[in-house]
């Protein structure tokens, strides 16, 4: 079955950097655009940034574009956010994601 599996959180205080990964595994990762997600404490889930089947389009929410990169890594089954610049708003659980399917997050806390 699709098992995607979210890694890399941690706290960071501002200014700070962070790469979040996500290892996917029960399908043919090579063919499935990805993205990343994230939720707020008390806000509704929202895309971060979302990239290609072959990794050549990429897309960001305005909130995060010239700070988060996301890639990905077909040998591997890995999709990849680096984030730089981090500030408190960023704090979130982030997701995976690739149709429908999510994985359990991991946390981002930036502070002080």
């Known amino acids: 079955q699709v098992q995607l599996v979210e890694s890399g959180g941690d706290w960071v205080q501002p200014g700070g950097s962070l790469r979040l990964s996500c290892a996917a595994s029960g399908f043919t990762f090579s063919t499935s655009a990805m993205s990343w997600h994230r939720q707020a404490p008390g806000k509704e889930r929202e895309l971060v940034a979302s990239?290609?089947?072959?990794?050549?389009?990429?897309n960001y929410a305005d909130f995060v574009k010239g700070r988060f990169t996301i890639s990905r890594d077909n040998f591997v089954n890995t999709v990849y956010l680096q984030m730089n610049s981090l500030n408190a708003e960023d704090t979130a659980v982030y997701y995976c994601?690739?149709?429908?399917?999510w994985g359990k997050g991991t946390l981002v806390t930036v502070s002080s």
């Open positions: 994601n690739t149709a429908g399917y």
């Open positions: 990239i290609s089947r072959l990794g050549t389009r990429t």
